[in-house]
Nanobody, 128 residues
Framework: EVQLVESGGGLVQAGGSLRLSCTLS????????IGWFRQAPGKEREGVSCMHRDERDGHPYYAPSVKGRFTISNNDAKNTVYLQMNNLKPEDTAVYSC???????????????????WGQGTQVTVSS
């Protein structure tokens, strides 16, 4: 059974850091590209970052709003994908979800409709 489980969310002050984890089961990062999305209340789901299952397919994607602050990475031994978030801002407040699907070969944001397996999400709240 394919599953993704996020963890690591919480409440942090502006300027602080959090590391989100996405633990995969039933598949590995060799099988699917992995994306991180977020959704704030009243807003559409936004593709934050994604990484290719094969690094030869290109560098990871970052939304302009998080570039330079967020880093996506993976640990094959733990079958886990991370999103390191530094210098957090109140506008980063959202529910963050990881998903398995397709990270484009071009510098375009990941699209939710191209992701077929989703985690349950983890809340990130950044206070000012």
């Amino acid at each position: 059974e394919v599953q993704l489980v996020e963890s690591g969310g919480g409440l942090v002050q502006a300027g602080g850091s959090l590391r989100l984890s996405c633990t995969l089961s039933g598949f590995t990062t060799d099988d699917h590209d992995i994306g991180w999305f977020r959704q704030a209340p009243g807003k559409e789901r936004e593709g934050v970052s994604c990484m290719h299952r094969d690094e030869r397919d290109g560098h990871p994607y970052y939304a302009p709003s998080v570039k330079g602050r967020f880093t996506i990475s993976n640990n094959d031994a733990k079958n886990t994908v991370y999103l390191q978030m530094n210098n957090l801002k109140p506008e980063d407040t959202a529910v963050y979800s990881c998903a398995a699907g397709y990270c484009t070969l071009y510098d375009d944001p990941p699209q939710p409709y191209e992701y077929h397996y989703w985690g349950q999400g983890t809340q990130v709240t950044v206070s000012s």
